[in-house]
C-alpha cells in the first residue's frame, strides 16, 4: 500500500471509518497527521541546504527559508567551493553580543544564533552570524530540516509513498477525534499509529543512518 494522490487516502479513510468527509474536511486533518509524523521524525527529504553569499557591508543576517523547522549545520567557505568548509557553532543572541559588543565588530564569521523578526514573512526568523565579514566574500550554507510536501497537494510526498501505514493510522486517530468517537476506537487507532512510527522510526534512524559495516547490523525494536 502507499498513496500517490490523495483522493486514494480520501477514499480508504471514509472507507474505514464508513464516513463521507469531504476534501475540505479531511485535508486538515490530515495536514495535523503529517505535522506530528515530521516532529516524530526527521524524514529524509526534510534534510535541505540553501547558501547565500556575505561579504563586508552585510548586516550580518540572512532569512530562513519559509519551511525552516531547525538547523543542522552552518558553514562558510570562499565563493571556490574547493576548499575547506568553516563551521559556525550555534549560539545566543546574548552570547553574541557580549563577544562582540561593537556593532561594527569584522573578522571571519563564527558563531551564529537565530533572531526573531516579526517582519519576516512566513517564520519570522533570521539567522544571524557574528562577527560581520571583515573582507571578501564567502557563501554561507545553511543546512536545516524543512517541512516535507503534503499530500495534499503533491503528488509525491514522501510520507504517504514510503510510509502510507503511519500517514494512514495518523489520519485516522485526527478523523476519529473529528467525529467525535468513542475513546476506546480512538485509543485503538493510537496504538496502530504507534507501532507504525516505531516502524518509522527503525528504517530511518536506524537502517538510513547507519551501515553494517561501521555500526553492525542495526537493532530493530519489537512493534
Known amino acids: 500500500m502507499s498513496y500517490t494522490l490523495f483522493s486514494e487516502l480520501e477514499s480508504d479513510v471514509n472507507a ?6 469531504s476534501t475540505t474536511q479531511l485535508q486538515p486533518l490530515v495536514l495535523t497527521a503529517e505535522d506530528r509524523i515530521n516532529s516524530l521524525v526527521v524524514l529524509p527529504n526534510a534534510k535541505k541546504e540553501v547558501t547565500h553569499s556575505i561579504g563586508v557591508g552585510g548586516f550580518g543576517l540572512v532569512n530562513l527559508p519559509d ?9 562558510i567557505n570562499p565563493d571556490n567551493l574547493t576548499s575547506d568548509y568553516i563551521f559556525l557553532e550555534q ?12 556593532a561594527n565588530a569584522t573578522g571571519v564569521p563564527r558563531y551564529y544564533a537565530i533572531e526573531i523578526n516579526s517582519s519576516v514573512a512566513d517564520t519570522g ?21 524543512g517541512k516535507p510536501a503534503s499530500i495534499t497537494d503533491s503528488t509525491a510526498a514522501y510520507i504517504a509513498m514510503e510510509f502510507p501505514e503511519a500517514l494512514f493510522y ?14 476506546s476506537i480512538i485509543a ?13 522510526k527503525n528504517t530511518v534512524d536506524g537502517r538510513m543512518a547507519t551501515d553494517q559495516y561501521r555500526s553492525g547490523e542495526t537493532r530493530i525494536n519489537p512493534s
Open 170 to 183: 495518523g489520519t485516522l486517530v485526527e478523523v476519529a477525534n473529528f467525529l467525535k468517537e468513542d475513546q
Open 188 to 200: 485503538n487507532f493510537e496504538n496502530r499509529f504507534q507501532q507504525a512510527m516505531a516502524r518509522v
Open 91 to 102: 549560539k545566543s543572541i546574548d552570547f553574541m553580543e557580549t563577544a562582540f559588543p561593537a
Open 125 to 145: 526568523k533570521q539567522l544571524q552570524y557574528a562577527p560581520k565579514v571583515a573582507t571578501g566574500t564567502y557563501r554561507l550554507n545553511i543546512k536545516y530540516i
Open 16 to 21: 474505514y471509518m464508513e464516513a463521507s468527509l
Open 67 to 75: 519551511d525552516f523547522y531547525g538547523f543542522i549545520s552552518v558553514s
